[in-house]
């Protein structure tokens, strides 16, 4: 049985604030390298580079459509980043349970 493994890892694949932009901007449309270039103050070359990335890590997925490469979010890669911060939450809770008493303690004194 193969196993295909993503040449980025989906959390290095985010790291970068770009990136993140253009998961948002594909979420709700396939678009166009050229639409997608106009979103950000880097060169097209640019683009291309980070969406390599990002398909590489599983995240977007792209298809010529005439002369152009329309380019798609793939969001299930994205659930191993929700399983791994859904570990943290319950250190959240407490912090945030610890915090509420304090402030109500403080409150009533």
């Known amino acids: 049985m193969a196993t295909t493994t ?11 604030p ?25 060169t097209r070359t640019a683009v291309n580079k980070h969406l390599q990335i990002l398909s590489n890590a599983g995240l977007v997925t792209s298809q010529r459509v005439g002369r152009e490469t329309r380019y ?19 250190y959240w809770d407490d912090k945030l349970s610890a915090l509420k008493n304090f402030v109500e303690e403080e409150n009533n004194q």
């Open 6 to 16: 993503a040449k980025h890892d989906v959390f290095q694949a985010i790291a970068d």
């Open 72 to 90: 798609k979010l793939h969001p299930e890669p994205l659930t191993e980043i929700k399983g791994w911060l859904s570990f943290f939450e319950e």
């Open 18 to 42: 770009s990136r993140r932009k253009m998961l948002i901007l594909l979420a709700d449309e396939e678009m166009p390298i050229a639409a997608i270039t106009e979103c950000f103050p880097i």
